[in-house]
């Protein structure tokens, strides 16, 4: 039986999974897929915005004493959480770091806005539009979502200096049809790397920098992102393309393999269905189950930990009369129950839209709890998108509170055990 069972895969699941194996305890990752990461742009937003506030936020550390109470930044000790995913992504060879002076990055998105984010892998850095140096933003002929003209026009606009320029495919692959991961392995050849390197070196003007589309490699990342930028001649950046993402992708499998490497297995297939708990108050979780080809598995652990999503995460589910609830546990929620009441009048809504911005409520410990605030749950804990009190995509905080949260709830849970051994 394992100490800690966590049921979901994303960034909150295997942060948390990571921070208790580290602690010592026996964990075990089950999950429907795994995880968002693949679709994210593969940076860690912290605070972009403040509900009802146009403008970016500067300093986002700064900023989350302004959130509102219950907030899972105000339950974590934030700052502590990003310093140890900033250790670990150096120890798996990403190198996640931060702007100067704990400021956002503004880093260009697949259509050239100015997106603000607290870390930024390392071959996304070089793209900072607080930098005056000219870029030339470079596509390759048949690139399906990636599109340097319409990137460098609306830089251009914003104030920036920007230009296209296109490559021919055959640099990337031989084939007609390829996805970015795809192309990312592709690149991890060394002659087309060395092909593609010297084209850069021709099209590139002295001192600009050069913005690619994020298929710089996918496992050996590193090798193919720094030869490129000496065989070019010139900084190089990667920016994120429509999915699947490059960079999400490559957090997720060096998130995944740096478990490995401390037992902790990540099984995928695996949607929890049901679970049991004894009586009392609170109850105790005695088991989960999930869905087999021949009949119910049922997970045992000591304590439980819901990293499931929230209502875009497949964590909650709905129907058309307005109800919404949590699939697994049927914890109460926050979410508005009237199907009127889920959204405001305006779809860009600058305090965004209720539905969006309910979830489990939780106590200091991460622990689901009542209109009482009491414990539903004397073994159970949550993370990530399923929490209430945050709107995430509004706040461009996701990966910020499932690494916040997700780290809380596990040492939470190291706590807990240690007082009942």
């Known amino acids: 039986m394992a100490d800690l069972l966590v049921i979901g895969a994303g960034l909150s699941g295997l942060t948390a999974a990571y921070t208790a194996a580290k602690a010592g305890l026996q964990v075990k990752v089950i999950a429907k897929g795994l995880g968002a990461l693949h679709w994210s742009a593969g940076t860690v937003d912290v605070l972009g915005y403040l509900p009802g506030d146009k403008r970016p936020v500067q300093q986002p550390l700064a900023a989350i004493n302004v959130l509102?109470?219950?907030?899972?930044?105000?339950?974590?000790?934030?700052?502590?959480?990003?310093?140890?995913?900033?250790?670990?992504?150096?120890?798996?060879?990403?190198?996640?770091?931060?702007?100067?002076?704990?400021?956002?990055?503004?880093?260009?998105?697949?259509?050239?806005?100015?997106?603000?984010?607290?870390?930024?892998?390392?071959?996304?850095?070089?793209?900072?539009?607080?930098?005056?140096?000219?870029?030339?933003?470079?596509?390759?002929?048949?690139?399906?979502?990636?599109?340097?003209?319409?990137?460098?026009?609306?830089?251009?606009?914003?104030?920036?200096?920007?230009?296209?320029?296109?490559?021919p495919l055959e640099l990337l692959t031989s084939r007609h049809d390829s996805n970015?991961?795809?192309?990312?392995?592709?690149?991890?050849?060394?002659?087309?790397?060395?092909?593609?390197?010297?084209?850069?070196?021709k099209l590139v003007k002295s001192g600009e920098r050069i913005g690619l589309p994020a298929v710089l490699g996918l496992d050996d990342h590193?090798?193919?992102?720094?030869?490129?930028?000496?065989?070019?001649?010139?900084?190089l950046f990667e920016i994120?393309?429509?999915?699947?993402?490059?960079?999400?992708?490559?957090?997720?499998?060096?998130?995944?393999?740096?478990?490995?490497?401390?037992?902790?297995?990540v099984e995928a297939g695996m949607e929890v269905t049901e679970a049991q708990a004894s009586s009392g108050t609170?109850?105790?979780?005695?088991?989960v189950a999930s869905e087999t080809s021949a009949r119910p598995l049922k997970h045992r652990s000591q304590a439980y930990l819901l990293a499931t999503g929230g209502i875009l995460g497949g964590g909650f589910s709905s129907n058309v009369n307005g109800r919404v609830w949590e699939t697994i546990f049927q914890l109460p929620l926050t979410v508005p129950q009237k199907r009127p009441d889920w959204f405001r009048a305006s779809f860009l809504d600058p305090q965004g839209h209720p539905v969006f911005q309910g979830g489990v409520a939780v106590g200091p410990d991460f622990r689901p709890?009542?209109?009482?605030?009491?414990?539903?749950?004397?073994?159970?804990?949550a993370?990530?998108?399923?929490?209430?009190?945050?709107?995430p995509i509004l706040e461009r905080s996701l990966e910020g509170t499932a690494v916040a949260s997700g780290t809380a709830a596990a040492q939470a849970v190291i706590e807990s055990l240690k007082v009942t051994a």
């Open 180 to 201: 970015t991961i795809q192309l990312a392995m592709g690149l991890e050849d060394a002659k087309r790397r060395q092909k593609l390197g010297q084209a850069l070196k």
């Open 369 to 381: 709890i009542d209109e009482a605030g009491q414990p539903i749950f004397a073994n159970l804990y």
């Open 68 to 167: 509102p109470d219950g907030h899972p930044y105000k339950l974590s000790d934030t700052s502590a959480a990003l310093e140890a995913f900033q250790a670990l992504t150096q120890t798996s060879g990403l190198g996640y770091g931060r702007a100067a002076n704990n400021e956002n990055w503004l880093l260009p998105s697949p259509v050239g806005a100015a997106r603000p984010t607290f870390l930024a892998p390392q071959a996304q850095q070089a793209g900072s539009l607080r930098s005056d140096a000219p870029m030339v933003i470079v596509g390759f002929h048949g690139l399906r979502d990636f599109y340097p003209q319409l990137i460098a026009e609306n830089l251009t606009k914003q104030g920036h200096q920007a230009r296209a320029e296109f490559l």
């Open 240 to 265: 994120p393309t429509l999915p699947p993402s490059v960079p999400g992708t490559r957090l997720f499998r060096a998130l995944r393999h740096e478990l490995e490497l401390i037992g902790v297995r």
């Open 222 to 235: 590193t090798q193919v992102w720094s030869e490129l930028q000496s065989q070019a001649g010139a900084p």
């Open 383 to 391: 993370a990530g998108g399923v929490l209430a009190h945050c709107d």
């Open 282 to 287: 609170p109850a105790k979780v005695q088991w």
